[in-house]
DNA sequence: CGGTATATTGAGTGTCTTCAATCTCAGTGG
DNA sequence: CCACTGAGATTGAAGACACTCAATATACCG
């Protein structure tokens, strides 16, 4: 049986992910220790509030980071796709996980345990620090997100998502947005109520920024948008 | 001359920080390198966009952490405290700072040379460690944020934020805010426009949950608030 | 006692939400 | 092959919430 792919020195994450910089040797160590697995769109990784015994590293597929409101509305915060880490928050902090993790796309994720974590940040300053840039850069993204959502118009963070979802997931062979959301999820990272979103998203089509098909959408004013999710 | 309140050993604001589980020798070796300095209500300390070459702890006195919307308009992020450290992203990530802080009410402020701050992440990880812990708090907390300002009303908000006033800041012997804030700077917090936060004021005056005078704010009804802030 | 900054109030307006109805489309079973 | 079903998408209408702008009041500072 081939389980090469099992290997995290194979990992196809492995060059973009915080664990790119370890050694052949700790890289060993984590094969020993991880566990892979797979997942459909829907599961949930874990959920807010509950507790986790160590971190996800994605390899393939993308989840969806969101916290949930009192009256269950969801706030997606993050995507976490290929190379990227989720739940190490709450494994470095040792408290319950503070947002939810559900599969978006099917995926293949490892599972890291919390001791394997901590041994890693004690013995390779270099694992802590870069470990600490991604948080204070997700920090930055959130703070960012703060203010634009408090000062910024629905049409404004409409438009400045569309282009991080092109940015971040790319584009397929006839410039449709790789990424698929309903217009619900779509809705729940910009902050506002899925007509609202239906609302502006036609809008922008009838404006030509961008161009709709079964659900699918394409950006054809990159430029227009950037004004429109920037406007001075 | 009496040096003592300069030595970090004896730093009335050390048990709060991060520094505080480092050992005597370490803190020696910071006093020998960081710099103290008092600054006044309006002094910025970094801006948003600039380099800085260290971060900066706390004393006393209080920061205001802001970020700058492309209309000029501020969004606080936070604020830092006694014990509370600030320009640590920018320092570990080695990039411009991502925010403005500005002193709210006169301080004194320990500078740590980049250089400091590296070498402790390197040789002792539990520093790394409660460094990493401070970032995701923060970085929780700023999603939490993006939750609420993204599905609460303002209302909800600004009692949101007047209870955390409280929390963090505390009240004076007559029961008000210790924090003092314009309007405009708590519209800020909330994301509102100056206006919307005096109606909302009033309101909450006329329904007997807070009571002003002279711009200082005291809670009457706490759980009135946190009924109105968490209405599920 | 000006003069400036901040606070307050009012009126008008626009954005966005809510609720309800309808439509589309893919999957399913007869 | 087609009707049926359910989830998601769309549209319309009504109204709430919050913003802007302008005028006024109050407080603070030298």
Do not use: W
């Amino acid at each position: 049986m081939d389980e090469g792919i099992h290997y995290c020195k194979g990992c196809s994450s492995s060059k973009n992910s915080i664990f790119s910089n370890l050694g052949a040797e700790d890289l060993e160590y984590i094969d020993q220790n991880k566990s892979i697995n797979l997942y459909k769109k829907g599961d949930i990784l874990y959920r807010e509030g509950n507790r986790i015994l160590g971190c996800y590293c994605v390899n393939s597929g993308i989840l969806k980071i969101y916290k949930t409101g009192l009256d269950g509305k969801e706030q997606i915060i993050s995507f976490a796709q290929k190379g990227d880490i989720t739940g190490y928050r709450s494994v470095l902090s040792n408290e319950p996980a503070c947002t939810t993790a559900e599969v978006l796309e099917d995926a293949s994720i490892c599972f890291i345990p919390s001791n394997i974590m901590f041994s890693f940040v004690k013995k390779n300053s270099d694992f802590a620090l870069s470990l600490m840039q991604v948080t204070c850069k997700e920090l930055n993204q959130a703070n960012s997100y703060i203010k634009d959502i408090a000062q910024k118009t629905v049409r404004e963070r409409l438009a400045e998502v569309l282009l991080m979802l092109e940015d971040n997931f790319g584009k397929d062979a006839e410039g449709f947005l790789t990424i698929s959301l309903t217009r619900a999820e779509l809705s729940n990272i910009v902050g506002t109520a899925t007509e609202s979103v239906i609302r502006l998203l036609s809008d922008l089509k009838n404006e030509n920024i961008i161009l709709m098909s079964s659900k699918k959408i394409k950006i054809l004013n990159k430029n227009e948008l950037k004004k429109i999710s920037n406007p001075f």
